[in-house]
């Protein structure tokens, strides 16, 4: 959020995620619930000190210098003790300790491939800082998700060759094609907006496939979008919305993959958390009747693929 929002105004949210994310690994353990947490490389270390040692010597150009948190870096608090918004190894530590949990990446630099001025080169340093970081904490990262899912087919190759292997692609539908900048259409916004509300594109369950034989691409199917006060009259809908595509992959045997991000219930905590639970409640019918299981993206990597 940095380049988009100053921290004062997003505060709130952020520190409401500290306090979500215990209580979704207690509901995950509880359900028995697999999710993949795709971390910024930055959020793996607890000291300013210990993270600028192991930031990459090459790091992202972009033309709009704004997008680079590398400055910013330099004057955050010198720990996550005294500055919680920029630190979350002891978050990653409960993330490691719970049941069916996988740790995946989300770049070390929160990385923006389509943004003019990086390079392929610089994008590779970003990769091996963030398994760097991981290994520190015992961790393998086989599972990024791309910041803002900005991604071409040339660094899926570069991914795969730092250990990468399932990728998590953008639903199959225009309003949800990636842009550079994060410049997303009126069009687009809106689109995505009433789509959450309505079936204006379509239920996209997905099947595994493979990206150019590099890594395996498990689609998105839908954004869990955090509760609005201006919009609850609406949640019904966007219940419904979730339950039949849900209901939709169960029936024809595809994955459906529901995404957020953990500061989206971090302003509305309780909200957020009771129509999540809600969520998981209706899991159960097709999980009951059809098998549907609850899996990590690094548990859908295809045997052949898993080396």
Known sequence: ???????????????????????????????????????????????RDELLAHLPARRPGYAD??????????RIGPSEHKDSCHYARSLLRQIQQCPGQEIGSHTFSHYYCLE???????????????????????????????PRNQWRE????????????????????????????????LAKRVGRLADS???????????????AGHLVDVPSSHFLR????????LDPLRMRRIRARMDHAA??????????????????????????????????RPSMERGMVSRTMGELIPQDASA
């Open 1 to 47: 959020m940095r380049d988009k929002v100053d921290l004062d105004a997003y505060r709130a949210g952020l520190l409401g995620a500290r306090a979500v994310i215990p209580q979704l690994l207690d509901r995950f353990a509880g359900e028995g619930i697999h999710a993949t947490w795709a971390t910024v490389g930055f959020l793996f270390f607890d000291e």
């Open 65 to 74: 210098p704004n997008l680079s948190p590398y400055e910013h870096v330099l």
């Open 116 to 146: 003019a001025g990086q390079t392929l080169d610089e994008f590779r340093a970003d990769l091996e800082a963030a398994q760097a970081a991981a290994r520190r904490l015992g961790i393998t990262l086989r599972s990024p998700v791309f």
């Open 154 to 185: 040339d660094y899926l190759a570069a991914g795969a060759q730092a250990g990468l292997r399932v990728v998590r692609g953008s639903e199959r539908a225009w309003m949800s094609r990636p842009d550079a900048g994060g410049a997303h259409s």
């Open 197 to 211: 509300y309505a079936n204006f594109s379509g239920h996209h369950g997905q099947q595994v496939v493979s990206c």
């Open 226 to 233: 955090p509760f609005s006060p201006s919009l609850a009259a």
């Open 251 to 284: 029936e024809h045997g595809l994955i459906y993959h529901l995404w957020w991000h953990p500061h989206n219930f971090g302003r509305h905590p309780d909200e957020s958390l009771r129509f999540l639970s809600d969520v998981l409640d209706h899991f159960e």
